[in-house]
Nanobody, 122 residues
Framework: QVQLVESGGGLVQTGGSLRLSCAASGSIFSINVMGWYRQTPGNQRELVTTITSSGITNYADSVKGRFTVSRDNAKNTVYLQMNSLEPEDTAVYYC????????????????WGQGTQVTVSS
């Protein structure tokens, strides 16, 4: 299958910045959409942003103007630059990707990363 490994979370003060990375590995044929979701205790996982292979992006209203998603298709990696962080951004951030991988033939996949904690102190 396809594995996603995230990095870059941590503790930051209000107004600070963090950059998350997520690298996909495995017998990847192509990745269509990559994205970031976040989840806080007791709540459902929510969409933060997505980016297609051609660079079309989509953002949750709560992060527009503060977060920027980008990807390196050659490295199968997606990034999330988070600026002007607020305590409300505190959550576990999960990377997501979907596309096709090789296993004798092409098969679809949807994979999630293990999550990385982002904590914004007030």
């Amino acid at each position: 299958q396809v594995q996603l490994v995230e990095s870059g979370g941590g503790l930051v003060q209000t107004g600070g910045s963090l950059r998350l990375s997520c690298a996909a590995s495995g017998s990847i044929f192509s990745i269509n959409v990559m994205g970031w979701y976040r989840q806080t205790p007791g709540n459902q996982r929510e969409l933060v942003t997505t980016i297609t292979s051609s660079g079309i992006t989509n953002y949750a209203d709560s992060v527009k103007g503060r977060f920027t998603v980008s990807r390196d298709n050659a490295k199968n990696t997606v990034y999330l630059q988070m600026n002007s962080l607020e305590p409300e951004d505190t959550a576990v951030y999960y990377c997501n990707a979907n596309g096709y991988y090789r296993r004798g033939r092409l098969l679809e996949f949807t994979s999630w990363g293990q999550g990385t904690q982002v904590t914004v102190s007030s």
